[in-house]
């Protein structure tokens, strides 16, 4: 089975979300840059938007299917 979506760079299998920290990720395919700070829980992390430099948390489960930033404006 195949689907146009799959990201082959956010797939696998994330066995400890420490991994994301220091990643940059865009919040959905076109949208803006944040870095990947800190795990504050199982559930969240602490990123910062690159462009605004605001800081927040946002849920791990949304951080995994945001695609990488392979560029940073």
């Known amino acids: 089975m195949h689907s146009r979506d799959f990201k082959e760079a956010n797939a696998g299998y994330l066995s400890d979300p420490r991994e994301l920290v220091g990643q940059f990720r865009r919040f959905g395919d076109a949208g803006p840059a ?3 700070l800190r795990i504050d829980s199982e559930d969240e ?3 910062r938007v690159v ?3 605001e800081e927040l948390a946002y849920p791990i489960a949304e951080i995994v299917v945001d695609p990488i930033a392979e560029t940073i404006p």
């Open 34 to 36: 944040y870095e990947v």
């Open 45 to 47: 992390a602490w990123i």
């Open 51 to 53: 462009f605004s430099e």
